[in-house]
């Protein structure tokens, strides 16, 4: 039973830096696929960013990109999503989110899912 467990949200101000962690158990995630997705109130889920965790290939929405980074540590099982310059509009949950096979973009197409960490971005 694959287990995902995401910790470092919170509150944090404009222009200011999280790092959320992805902690995944009960595979060897050699063949899998690794993302990070956010959803804002009243809005659907969208990914941020992904990257394929033997190959190091990666993936950002243009929303994120030059502002977030996505990094794994295969050692620890574990992979991490940087994120700095935060505005407003990042406020969201952040899941992370893991699927077997190629890159794909579209939420549905995930297997595993985090429980969620709530990033609040105050102006």
């Known amino acids: 039973q694959v287990q995902l467990v995401e910790s470092g949200g919170g509150l944090v101000q404009t222009g200011g830096s999280l790092r959320l962690s992805c902690a995944a158990s009960?595979?060897?995630?050699?063949?899998?696929?690794m993302a990070w997705f956010r959803q804002a109130p009243g809005k659907e889920r969208e990914i941020s960013a992904a990257?394929?965790?033997?190959?190091?290939?990666?993936y950002y929405s243009d929303s994120v990109k030059g502002r977030f980074t996505i990094s794994r540590d295969n050692a620890k099982n574990t992979f991490y999503l940087q994120m700095n310059s935060l505005k407003p509009e990042d406020t969201a949950v952040y899941y992370c989110?893991?699927?077997?096979?190629?890159?794909?973009?579209?939420?549905?197409?995930?297997?595993?899912w985090g429980q969620g960490t709530q990033v609040t971005v105050s102006s």
């Open positions: 009960g595979r060897t995630f050699r063949n899998y696929v």
């Open positions: 990257v394929t965790w033997s190959g190091g290939y990666t």
């Open positions: 989110a893991a699927r077997v096979g190629v890159m794909i973009f579209e939420a549905a197409q995930y297997d595993y």
